[in-house]
């Protein structure tokens, strides 16, 4: 079956398994394909196999067993051998199992029954991350996740990436302003939640304005409050959110939009650690670490003029470059099988192969959307459940056709009662009243703005505010 075609020497592949059935099989197919194989039947000997040389570049490991189930010896593996690829079998259809399991560092997972071609991609995949970073330094083939509250994780499985939570590290406990560049979608938020959550503020609030959400009035009061009678309707005091932040982490999104007047507020804010409320002439003293974040090219601005160069420099104090996924290509497999397992909980659905050819086809996109599409891709497939209609769409993305949600479903006949159709008229409607949704609450409701944000009329706006019945 050609499975290690590009590997010179023979791959060692570690099968923990209690059922002598599937020891056996393992076997088999394994050694067919000119691997070298042990088998154990328990997770304690899978662990005392671990201590001696030479360590498998594989451990294929089973979910259920007795004694010490699968994702207990996980830990264990991890703990001894924190480099180990691991890949869990699972037979579960409970995606909880598969979440966990990611969570605690396993490369990646098969569902059992699976085909040996699915096998084939797994072990391709783990064995080519192996290749590129096996060399003196053993640790680099670690992958990274790291939950950051909101059933939200930072994967970092990319030396790019990887060196980015290094820096991570290495900043959060300085009181200094990160300044987070990178293209949309790129995971620049999750960088952001993540110098907070190792930071000594982790337990302190953390809070986010988007910068280009809202007019420049509006804006300031957001962010520095008032006192009443600061202008029109303002009757009583409202503190801003810069107060509310206090010992906390406050990311200003999309940071190159601020208005030039607030830019000088801003600047006071971080020189000096305070403020005045609109209409006030006491100041507040506020300990608020300053992030910041935008994907458009602030020396741009500052040659234009609308960015203040000294306020540029201050928030330039250490900058974190976010690559586009399309240069982190190796991270696409596994951000896929995470993406699919965390959707899959949250939308109480069994999670879907990932066929080679879906998992080639995403490793050659070029995903200019970057981690936010392919989050959208994953929970588009999970909902649709039909391979070929995803990869279709892609296809037409790629061929610059975009989305045909009609596509024809000629060789699949229509699944359900209502059709194919109506289910993907379901999952559009789902998507727009997200966006719909997210656009008015981040413009409070200033449906002009929002429309601006959403790029569609104003009277389309209302139009489709009416028709899903979306309410403040
Ligand atoms: N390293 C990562 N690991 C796991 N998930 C990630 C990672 N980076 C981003 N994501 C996910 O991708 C999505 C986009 O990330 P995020 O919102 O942080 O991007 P962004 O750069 O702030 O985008 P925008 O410019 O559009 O605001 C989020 O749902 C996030 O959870
Ligand atoms: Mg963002």
Redo the contacts with the bound molecule.
């Keep these: 079956m050609g499975l290690v075609t590009s590997i010179s020497s023979k791959a060692r592949i570690l099968v923990v398994d209690d059922e002598p059935g599937m020891q056996q099989y393992l076997r088999t197919v394994l050694e067919a394909g000119s691997y070298e194989v042990f088998t154990v039947p328990s997770g304690l000997e899978a662990l005392a196999r671990v201590t001696e040389d030479p360590l498998p570049d594989v451990v294929l490991l089973d979910v259920l067993m007795p004694n010490m189930d699968g994702l207990r010896t996980l830990e264990k593996l991890r703990e001894t051998r924190p480099g180990l690829k691991v890949v869990m079998l699972s037979c579960s259809t409970d995606p909880r199992n598969v979440v966990q399991a990611i969570r605690s560092g396993a490369t990646d997972y098969l569902t059992k029954p699976f085909q040996i071609s699915e096998l084939e991609a797994v072990l391709r995949h783990s064995l080519a991350s192996h290749a590129v970073s096996s060399g003196a330094d053993g640790e680099a083939t670690k992958v990274e ?1 790291e939950d950051i509250g909101g059933d ?5 499985a990319s030396p790019a ?1 990887r060196k980015i939570r290094a820096q991570v590290d290495q900043v959060a406990n300085f009181n200094v302003p990160v300044l ?1 560049l ?12 993540l110098v907070h959550k190792r930071s000594a503020r982790a337990d302190r609030p953390f809070m986010k304005v ?1 910068c280009a959400a809202l007019p420049a009035d509006l804006l300031e009061s957001e962010l520095f409050g008032y006192e009443p009678g600061a202008f029109t309707g303002a009757n009583r005091a409202k503190p801003g959110k810069f107060e509310l932040c206090d010992t906390g982490t406050f990311l200003l ?2 940071i190159g939009e601020l208005p030039a007047a607030l830019q000088a507020k801003l600047l006071h804010v971080i020189q000096d650690q305070e403020f005045s409320r609109l209409g006030s002439r006491s100041t507040i003293k506020v300990d608020v670490r300053v992030l910041a ?1 935008t ?1 458009v090219d602030i020396q741009e601005a500052i040659a234009a003029k609308r960015f203040r160069e000294d306020l540029f420099y201050r928030l330039n104090t250490f900058t974190i470059q ?1 690559p586009p996924l399309r240069e982190r290509r190796e ?1 696409i497999p596994l ?1 896929l099988s ?2 699919m397992a965390r959707f899959a909980l949250r939308y109480a659905r069994a999670p879907l192969p990932l066929s080679p050819g879906l998992v080639d086809a995403c490793v050659r996109y070029s995903w200019p959307g ?3 599409e ?2 959208n891709f994953v929970k588009r497939y999970l909902i649709l459940a039909d391979e070929s209609l995803v990869r279709t769409e892609m296809q037409e993305k790629v061929n610059g056709l975009g989305p045909a949600p009609e596509a024809p479903a000629a060789k699949d006949p229509p699944p359900t009662a209502g059709g194919l159709k109506s289910l993907v008229r379901n999952v559009k409607d789902l998507a727009e009243i997200e966006a719909i949704s997210r656009a008015l609450e981040e413009t409070r409701w200033n449906r002009k703005k929002a429309a601006r944000l959403l790029e569609i009329s104003y009277k389309a706006l209302l139009y489709k505010i009416r028709q899903y019945g979306i309410e403040k």
Aim: proline fraction near 0%.
């Design positions: 996740i939200q994780f930072f994967v970092a990436m987070i990178g293209e949309s979608g790129t995971g620049k938020e999750v960088v952001a939640r988007n999104d999309e974040a994907n976010i991270e951000l995470q993406f970057n981690l936010r392919l989050e």
